[in-house]
């Protein structure tokens, strides 16, 4: 069972990998310092793209982790939709914040949960 959800799973595999979240992650870094409109506008798409690609990850293999920083990235996209687009003000440093939150939320997100409870979820059948 596990062999079979190890093939499924988009993290394990380098190509997934690289096109689900190591592009979307370049285009974060690399619009880190554009115009604010324009870094809202990669932000977002890339968060979005990368919680969609945690959610399907998840319902195709279930990988724990994804269960977790799926809704956390979509979260994060609206966050940052939020003070891009000046709805919300997060302070003179809120991208930088930002940054921080969405780094460390997601590293936490995939480490505690596989540490607790294994790469794969074991209330899934099949």
């Known amino acids: 069972m596990a062999g079979s959800r190890r093939k499924l799973d988009w993290v394990g595999n380098t190509r997934s990998f690289a096109f689900a979240w190591a592009m979307p992650i370049a285009a974060l870094a690399s619009a880190a310092f554009a115009p604010t409109p324009a870094r809202t506008v990669v932000w977002i ?36 939709g939020l003070h891009g687009f000046e709805m919300v003000y997060l302070g003179p440093d809120g991208w930088t914040w930002l940054a921080i939150s969405i780094a460390a939320g997601g590293f936490l997100l995939w480490w505690v949960p596989e540490h607790a409870w294994g790469k794969f979820a074991t209330w899934r059948s099949g």
Do not use: E, I, K
């Not at 968060?47 to 990235?73: D, E, I, K, Q």
């Open 45 to 80: 798409g890339a968060l979005v793209w990368m919680g969609a690609a945690c959610l399907a990850n998840a319902s195709r293999c279930g990988r724990v982790h994804c269960y977790f920083t799926g809704p956390f990235l979509l979260l994060m996209a609206v966050v940052v």
